[in-house]
């Protein structure tokens, strides 16, 4: 039997979503093993006064197995 767990976090980039999601997993991959898979619940961005996006932030739940 697997039982699996689900952590939320918050990441951002500069560069656009997917970095923003790439560079949340690569972090909490450090110290969570097993990652399965992470459902993106939000994504916001940061802009200017002009309207420029200056920075994309995500909201995602990450799920690992727990040994």
């Known amino acids: ?3 699996a767990k689900v952590i939320e976090l918050s ?3 500069s560069k656009g979503i997917e970095d ?3 560079s949340g997993l ?3 991959s450090q110290t969570v093993n ?3 898979g992470a459902w993106v619940n939000d994504i916001k961005v ?3 006064a002009d ?3 200056t920075e ?3 909201n995602m739940r990450i799920n690992f197995i727990v040994e």
């Open 20 to 22: 923003a999601v790439q």
């Open 46 to 48: 940061a802009t200017n």
């Open 26 to 28: 690569r972090k909490v």
């Open 11 to 13: 990441s951002s980039s």
């Open 51 to 53: 309207g420029t996006i």
């Open 34 to 36: 097993n990652i399965k």
């Open 56 to 58: 994309w932030r995500v």
């Open 1 to 3: 039997m697997s039982v």
